[in-house]
């Protein structure tokens, strides 16, 4: 092989290397978005799941606890749901009440963020 085509080809590779490079960095940051936004729905999620109590207090609509549990685990999905469903299977008391299971769901799942100041 001629030295300038070797020279080339080692050039092609080291330009591929960069490349790959970046796009090693791209996917970490992605991920690490990812995360975040992972992090951010799932707190999000009892925001949501919070947001219907107006609309559950209506007599018309959701005349007893049973309705209104429904209501709200129509609203769950992923751990939360998987949580609610343990949770009737066990028949526990909680899975029987509204409120006992608003309770329970923010216990286990709100987590806000806390702040903390440089003296402590």
Known sequence: MDPADLDQVREAIRLQGQRLGGHEQVLHSLLDKMNQLSAQLAQSSLTQTAVPVQSVESPRRFSN???KIAYVASLLE????????????????????????????KRVYDHPWEVFSLSQ
């Not at 751990?79 to 028949?91: G, H, I, T």
């Open 65 to 67: 606890d049973s309705a």
């Open 78 to 105: 992923g751990p939360p749901l998987s949580y609610f469903n343990a949770l009737l299977e066990k028949e526990s008391p909680v899975a029987r009440s509204y409120s006992r299971l608003c309770a329970e769901l």
